[in-house]
């Protein structure tokens, strides 16, 4: 899958939940949805199982068939295979986008994350998450405090060698 989300977008949001995805985010899912109908637009898979955190995690077709695949080649007896298949079928939402490149966000998808009149798009490679302008405000402050905690002359790429020689 050669496409990535990248970026972060903030959007205003009507009082029905219609909300604009970011253009380059319709390009890679429109990539990514090959298989539909002609003429129909891409589906974006909504998961909603993770209380944790507040924002939604969103999978274009070719990723969550990438999901897919490793699900199926879970084990019966897997300790964690009923949690994983709760989480990535249980609580998924497919959601078309319409014609103006829009999705709706219902009442209770809107208020369960805060959100109100703007939402945040913020890519994550292979998903992208949809979050309440907060939550995004936040998440920039864990990167720079991140940040903060290297030395100025060491660049965050650094890090992704530590994770690989550390067989991460």
């Known amino acids: 899958m050669a496409q990535r989300f990248r970026g972060t ?6 009082g029905k939940g219609r909300v604009s995805i970011p253009a380059d985010f319709r390009r890679v899912l429109d990539v990514q949805d090959p298989d ?7 589906t974006v898979i909504l998961l909603h199982g993770d209380d944790r955190h507040p924002w939604y995690e969103c999978y274009s077709v070719s990723s969550m068939e990438e999901m897919d695949a490793k699900l199926d ?22 959601l078309k986008i319409d014609d103006s490149g829009r999705l709706i966000l219902s009442k209770a998808l809107r208020d369960r994350i805060g959100i109100a009149d703007e939402a ?27 940040l903060a905690q290297m030395p100025d ?3 965050i790429t650094a ?8 067989g991460a």
């Open 9 to 14: 977008s903030r959007h205003k949001v009507d």
């Open 36 to 42: 539909r109908d002609p003429g129909t637009n891409p």
């Open 73 to 94: 080649d879970l084990e019966d007896s897997d300790p964690d295979r009923y949690e994983l298949l709760s989480y990535f079928y249980s609580t998924a939402v497919t």
């Open 120 to 146: 945040v798009f913020q890519a994550r490679g292979k998903t992208f998450r949809i979050m309440a302008p907060d939550a995004s405000d936040a998440a920039a402050e864990r990167l720079r405090a991140r």
């Open 153 to 155: 002359d060491v660049p």
């Open 159 to 166: 890090l992704l060698s530590q994770k690989k020689a550390d």
